[in-house]
């Protein structure tokens, strides 16, 4: 597990402090209702808080009836916000030092009734039914071996909504092209506003699951191919996005299948019985 970003609590006093210890190191920095926090000195400030702040004035107060999955949940901030609002919670993770956290501050705000933590990879929602009003997919995106197989399946599972985070490289330019290039057009490739993402082959942060840094004009391109539309993009790096079959580009779902498939029982041990 990258430890560059995540917080231990030193020097803990209270007993509720002596849990926190023992749950750490924290990625999210969660503010208890006694006021006590999981991470205060979190090297990113008050994270995710301030990302909360961007995001929460865009989603209605009242989630009474909403189901919502929550993708790559860590230790659990926006499913405890979502629940705190009224909405039915879904949070998957793979790592279950975060689930084990996020199971402990759902207690602590008794929200436990509303919010169901479970071990499971993003690639694993091709096999299930399941459907939610709103799903939030951030933090995530760049961490996988196979970002645009996770964002088709993401895709065909919600009804309402979906929040859309990835880390991206600098540049805000969109490049409008045609709908076809011809072989010899390959250089306009090269343009700074051509949808493009990187690839990390070594290390970013101190994290090495840090794989893709996508350009702002990629992520746009990527989400209208897995048949989404850009709503709005509140603040850097986060995109609104609801169902538009008529932006997707023609999957072969054959194909989709059999790669989730593949992906899921190379990755999860519980998939490689089925």
């Known amino acids: 597990m990258p430890t560059t970003l ?34 205060p000195g979190h090297p ?35 499913s405890l916000q979502l629940a705190a609002r ?9 790592n279950d030092h975060y689930l084990n956290q996020a199971r402990w501050a759902a207690e602590q705000f008794a ?8 071990h499971k990879q993003v690639y694993e929602l091709a096999f299930t039914e399941d459907s ?5 997919f951030m933090g995530v995106f760049y961490h996988l071996r196979h970002p645009l197989l996770a964002l088709d399946i993401v895709s065909e599972k919600f009804e309402k909504l979906l929040v859309f985070q990835t880390l991206t490289m600098p540049g805000e330019q969109v490049f409008v092209f045609e709908d076809d ?7 306009l490739l090269l343009h700074p506003a051509w949808p493009k993402m990187a690839f990390i082959e070594k ?18 391109a990527m989400l209208r191919s897995c048949g989404l539309r850009p709503l709005k993009n509140p603040g850097h790096e986060i995109y609104f996005c609801r169902r538009d079959e ?23 041990p519980s998939m490689k019985t089925k």
């Open 6 to 39: 995540q917080t231990d609590l030193s020097e803990p006093r209270t007993p509720l402090e002596h849990e926190i210890a023992e749950l750490g190191p924290w990625f999210h920095n969660i503010h208890l209702p006694d006021g006590t926090q999981t991470a």
């Open 44 to 78: 990113l400030g008050d994270f995710p808080t301030y990302k909360w702040r961007v995001i929460s004035p865009n989603l209605p107060e009242d989630m009474t009836g909403w189901t919502a999955l929550d993708i790559g949940c860590n230790a659990g901030f926006y």
């Open 203 to 220: 290390s970013l942060a101190g994290d090495p699951t840090n794989w893709w840094a996508p350009n702002h004009a990629a992520v746009l």
């Open 111 to 118: 929200l436990g009734s509303r919010i169901q933590f479970l």
């Open 246 to 268: 008529q932006c997707k580009t023609d999957v072969n779902r054959e194909e989709l299948s059999i790669a989730a498939k593949s992906v899921a029982q190379l990755n999860s």
């Open 181 to 187: 290039l011809t072989i010899d057009d390959r250089l």
């Open 132 to 136: 939610y009003d709103l799903i939030l």
């Open 86 to 94: 009224g909405a039915d919670v879904t949070g998957i993770d793979i």
